[in-house]
């Protein structure tokens, strides 16, 4: 599910897998609007290729070129790849329910 709030810095959302795992956090918005809108990107039906690995702890969700939210840090390799598949299979399940 996709959980919008915000904090200091503007108006942001959270992808979360089934188990409550926070997945991505997207970059700051100035307005509610415009966070949404940017938040149906994770429904798109290419959006588990948007997810790309930036080092061998973190990966991001990118929209046309740039970084719309970014992972939290994986201790490794392995925890990232994982945390990835996760995150595929919670953009498939937001793309099923929109369907």
């Known amino acids: 599910r996709i959980v919008s709030f915000r904090d200091d810095e503007g108006f942001r959302f ?3 897998g089934a188990d409550g795992e926070e997945l ?3 970059r700051a ?3 509610p609007k415009a966070a949404g809108q940017a ?3 994770f429904s798109a039906s290419d959006a588990g290729n948007a997810l790309k ?3 061998a702890s ?3 969700f990118l929209q046309d070129g740039e970084t719309l939210a970014n992972s939290v840090e994986f201790a490794e390799l392995t925890a990232r790849d994982a945390a990835i598949e996760r995150a595929r299979a919670a ?3 937001l793309r099923d329910v929109t369907d």
């Open 53 to 55: 690995p930036i080092d």
């Open 58 to 60: 973190r990966f991001v």
């Open 29 to 31: 918005f100035g307005d």
């Open 14 to 16: 959270r992808l979360l």
């Open 91 to 93: 953009l498939a399940s």
């Open 24 to 26: 991505l956090l997207s």
């Open 39 to 41: 938040s149906r990107a």
